[in-house]
């Protein structure tokens, strides 16, 4: 059996794992939406289970499938037939639905065998939208895999850019992306500048943060953890400027953080105890963190001697110009 999704990533995760079962007692594979099949790879398939939108590049291809008698199932979680509801959303968003389907409602007996839908509400309203085409549909139960509530634990690693840190997202770019292919464990929690968040869409794995105010980002610092903090700080006019001030933002996290070793954080980080210090090149804190992140005890010990070593350096006189 063929299954054709183009993202609806959402939609896989809660419907389809027990789902192929249901159209043939065969193994699953996945197709290419972008390109179309010859007829060898065609008269292979026992059936088609297309998520949520008709790729163009298979439209000839099911209906040649249709016309054969092989099924072809449309599973759908949202109102993606009914024109009315479409209207309602963006326009960038309705045009990429109406094109991947809504298009095609007063024809689609000849793309595809059965519907399955995912509310009652959503039956009722595909009735309405495609009439008396014939087309059997099928209500699923909401039973997804425990997964979807008890996701597997990663670890998290984070960066904390501002516009000033050009150089270092460039150098960062190799470091991180090797992580992501070394690593299924990792999650990235970046906070980057308006120019690099679309390069780092890219990276699996990947939250992205805006810059925020100075208040908004002492309490989210303050109010989550994560494994590792990466710092670092290439050879700068700009940066010789600059003071060990991450080391306090590695200690709200609760994180272990890694830094470049040069000043501010050569001569103030006690290597090996409250942080590390490395050189720059990429390879060197690729395997440092790969090490941290296999040894949780010594993880811990690090954070732990960071968050008490900034305490103690932390004075405890109000604010004199208020809160």
Known sequence: MGLLAEGAEPTQAYWLPELPTRIAETSCIRLDPRKPPDQDYLAGLAAVLVVRTLPSAWLTALQALRRAGVPVVLLLDDALLDPGALAEQAWGYRWRLWWGLTRHRNQLHTLISQLWLTSPALEEACRRAIGTQGIPMQRLPLHPPLRVVQPRPMHRVAYLGTASHGAELRWLWDVLGALQRRRADCLLELVLPPHWRRRYRQLP????????DWDTFLLDTGNRQVDLLLVPLLASQFNQGRAAVKFFDAARLGAVGLYSQRPPYAGFVRDQEDGLLLPDAPAT???????????????QAMANSCRQRALSLCTVQPNQCGD
Request: charged share 20%; hydrophobic share 35%.
């Open 205 to 212: 794995r990947t939250r992205i943060f805006y810059p925020m």
């Open 285 to 299: 804190w690729l395997d440092a963190g790969d090490h941290l992140l296999n040894h949780p005890q010594q993880r």
